[in-house]
């Protein structure tokens, strides 16, 4: 179950934390996997874990914020083959409210988290659409629907990721292109790290405990979790499945809120 054979997927943002993880997976399952990823050492790391394993990778150095970029790339990627499956994962930070969030941040955070995302779909769609069908997952956030304090802009945009997967998932129902969304609660990834290597420098274990007690069942995610979910997502198995979003979040949205 839940195998990949002859897929290719697209996973932005692949080369490191949860797109890693999706990566590594998605390989593992028979996917050949195109990471795209400005972080080239990131991407190239990751793809040689993936090589090593037996895994079917290429390493694509793009900019998510860059149109043409991302449609040179895609129609690339699918011009002797199919593009099966977009993972639309790339995206960046920020804690604030809207007071502590400047103009040039609020503009960065649409440029990566929002067009980026838009970028993504636009360029992979008319593909989809083409050879009859595909699936595409973005990456969401528990912020899309429940408050947490200084996530302002960070919330913007994952409320516009959740809104755009209902756009794409509703106007594409007879072109059999499945669209989905996954919003993680807290996941350990370098992120994490150097938010506390920067802001509790030689408290970072301390404070990294405090992070994980925020989190009902006691810890924070792993994103081999989240790629689990993603997995099942992206397969035939969830053949029936597009529209929703689904939260893994350790319990946070029904037992905080």
Known sequence: MFRLDNKQAVITG?????????????AAQGAKVHILDLNKDKADETAQAIRDAGGLVEVHVINVTDHQAVTDCFAAISKDTRLDILVNNAGIGYVGNIEQTPEETLDRMYQVNIKGVYNGMQAAV????????????????IVATIGIPDRFAYTMTKGAVLGMTHAVAIDYLDAH?????????????????????KNYPGREQEMMDVLAKTQPIGRMGKPEEIAYLALYLCSDEASFVTGPDYPIDGGFISLIK
Do not use: K, W, Y
């Not at 692949?14 to 998605?26: D, H, M, N, Y």
């Not at 008319?126 to 956030?141: F, K, Y």
């Not at 919003?183 to 790290?193: K, L």
């Open 177 to 197: 292109i499945r669209c989905n969304c996954i919003s993680p609660a807290r996941v350990h990834t370098p992120f994490v790290d150097e938010f506390l290597a």
């Open 126 to 141: 008319p593909i989809m659409r083409s050879q009859g069908g595909g699936v595409i997952l973005n990456m969401a956030s």
């Open 14 to 26: 692949g080369g490191s934390g949860i797109g890693a993880a999706i990566s590594s997976v998605f």
